[in-house]
């Protein structure tokens, strides 16, 4: 009885599914939006069209993403920007960048703020001064320098957090099916000690 109990288990306890997930996100990246599309086990999407809409659902704009799944988009207005893309058998990718972070891109947020500040000191407002030394070019060279390099680390963290998110299911998956057992060696034994 308890082998047949045993094999029917067996049988029905669902095999490991090799799903993925999609992976989306956004950050700035100058005075433009920088973000990313893809699945949880690294495969990033290729040439997807993105579209770009406001709070309301107004269409702000359309942006690709390239062969490494990025994609860069420059505001107009310092809205919430939503970012969608369809990759697919039902993948829906969206990302949502408040209107705060987009105003601070566009230089609004700090720009209102040192007006605020110069008008209230009775001085004359002035431009700033650059502490690090270096030319807007170089600023802006160095800036995509950097988010090139920290591409795969930010891809390879996504894919990790995923992973281990993955381990914890089937760990708790392991920790009913071994309760499942226990319960039923106790049940067992006691038929066992019931017949003697």
Sequence with gaps: MIRILLVTLTCLMPLPAMAH???????????AIEGEIGFSNGEMATDLAVE????????????KTDA??????????????????????????????????????????????????SVLAGQPQTAPVMASGLSDDAR???????????RPIRQELTAFKNKSNF??????????????????????????????
Excluded: C, W
């Excluded at 969608?84 to 601070?104: K, S, T, W």
């Design 21 to 31: 997930n999609v992976i989306a996100s956004v950050f700035p990246s100058g005075d």
């Design 52 to 63: 770009v809409f406001d709070e309301s659902g107004a269409k702000l704009g359309e942006t």
């Design 68 to 117: 490494d799944g990025f994609f860069l988009f420059t505001p107009t207005q310092p809205v919430t920007h939503i970012f969608r893309g369809d990759l697919g058998a039902g993948h829906i990718a969206e990302v949502i960048m408040p209107a705060a972070e987009v105003a601070g891109l566009m230089g609004q947020g700090a720009a209102d703020a040192s007006a605020g500040a």
């Design 140 to 150: 802006a060279e160095f800036a995509a320098m950097l988010r090139t390099e920290l």
């Design 167 to 196: 381990q914890s299911v089937l760990g708790g998956i392991g920790y009913i099916v071994g309760l499942f057992g226990l319960g039923f060696y106790i049940a067992a034994r006691r038929k066992l000690e019931g017949s003697k």
